[in-house]
């Protein structure tokens, strides 16, 4: 429990979560290709895919340097919505990305190349893939365009408090602790908790013991907020008497200034 609490859980689990999966066209690229590293940019990615499809199939592309690799983005002119939006989002070209959103707007291409590249960006700036590298991707330019290189919250932990807070085990802490150690994720505990909060309104679930005793630790035992997960609060008196007397009173003081603030006590 202790080794839960203080954080020390290996950042792996996420890691083997989400690592396992291949694209069979990066594979089939691997061989083709001669590919010794994975393109770091949106247009050299797309040009690596597309050159697999051709190796597969044994045809020309439709759309040079473009993205026949996926029969969703097989026409003309998402190919070339894709390209251009690639190139402008590698220089992290804000302006362009607009005016190319601007010149394409209300069409169902442009809404087929969001999605695409979407999918394509947490490939190439992969969060879990580069742990120990500080990506720096182009975040004005994929903002600009709606993307992000990001996982959702949903993505990252619905599984885990679907299927394994049954097992009593501490799953559910080892990905909210490796999420926070990855330097290529942006969420902060605050995000964890606002997701678990809004989670609670529709799901309901029954956390764990030990999931409960981290998220009682990181939040002080403040009831409200406790309460506000779905966490009963006989659950959280047992485990505040099984704290020292200094955490006691440290909670006790958290707590007692976070009722006069609401209060005004």
Same mark, same amino acid.
């Given at each position: 429990?202790?080794?839960?609490?203080?954080?020390?859980?290996? %950042?792996?689990?996420?890691?083997?979560?989400?690592?396992?999966?291949?694209?069979? /066209?990066?594979?089939?690229?691997?061989?083709?290709?001669?590919?010794?590293?994975?393109?770091?940019?949106?247009?050299?990615?797309?040009?690596?895919?597309?050159?697999?499809?051709?190796?597969?199939?044994?045809?020309?592309?439709?759309?040079?340097?473009?993205?026949?690799?996926?029969?969703?983005?097989?026409?003309?002119?998402?190919?070339?919505?894709? %390209?251009?939006?690639?190139?402008?989002?590698?220089?992290?070209?804000?302006?362009?990305?607009?005016?190319?959103?601007?010149?394409?707007?209300?069409?169902?291409?442009?809404?087929?190349?969001?999605?695409?590249?979407?999918?394509?960006?947490?490939?190439?700036?992969?969060?879990?893939?580069?742990?120990?590298?500080?990506? %720096?991707?182009?975040?004005? /330019?994929?903002? /600009?365009?709606?993307?992000?290189?990001?996982?959702?919250?949903?993505?990252?932990?619905?599984?885990?408090?679907?299927?394994?807070?049954?097992?009593?085990?501490?799953?559910?802490?080892?990905?909210?602790?490796?999420?926070? /150690?990855?330097?290529?994720?942006?969420?902060?505990?605050?995000?964890?908790?606002?997701?678990?909060?809004?989670?609670?309104?529709?799901?309901?679930?029954?956390?764990?013991?030990?999931?409960?005793?981290?998220?009682?630790?990181?939040?002080?035992?403040?009831?409200?907020?406790?309460?506000?997960?779905?966490?009963?609060?006989?659950?959280?008196?047992?485990?505040?008497?099984?704290?020292?007397?200094?955490?006691?009173?440290?909670?006790?003081?958290?707590?007692?200034?976070?009722?006069?603030?609401?209060?005004?006590?």
């Amino acid at each position: 429990m202790d080794k839960v609490l203080k954080g020390q859980i290996g %950042t792996e689990v996420l890691d083997g979560v989400f690592s396992v999966k291949k694209n069979v /066209a990066d594979s089939l690229a691997d061989l083709s290709c001669k590919k010794s590293t994975k393109p770091r940019t949106l247009s050299s990615h797309i040009s690596y895919l597309n050159r697999a499809k051709a190796y597969k199939t044994g045809i020309s592309s439709i759309c040079v340097g473009a993205v026949s690799i996926n029969d969703d983005i097989s026409d003309k002119l998402t190919c070339q919505i894709v %390209t251009e939006l690639a190139k402008a989002i590698d220089k992290n070209e804000v302006l362009e990305v607009k005016r190319i959103k601007e010149k394409y707007k209300n069409t169902k291409e442009l809404v087929k190349a969001k999605d695409f590249l979407n999918k394509k960006c947490k490939e190439v700036w992969d969060v879990f893939e580069a742990k120990n590298t500080k990506l %720096t991707p182009p975040y004005e /330019a994929m903002k /600009a365009l709606g993307i992000t290189n990001q996982p959702s919250l949903e993505t990252l932990l619905a599984d885990s408090l679907k299927y394994y807070e049954k097992d009593n085990g501490s799953t559910t802490v080892d990905v909210i602790l490796s999420i926070l /150690a990855n330097e290529n994720i942006n969420y902060t505990f605050e995000d964890v908790y606002e997701y678990l909060k809004k989670n609670n309104q529709k799901e309901k679930y029954k956390y764990n013991l030990i999931t409960v005793s981290y998220l009682a630790t990181k939040l002080e035992y403040d009831e409200m907020k406790l309460g506000d997960l779905g966490i009963e609060q006989n659950i959280v008196k047992k485990l505040f008497k099984s704290l020292s007397v200094k955490d006691k009173i440290k909670c006790i003081w958290k707590n007692f200034n976070t009722l006069k603030y609401c209060y005004g006590i």
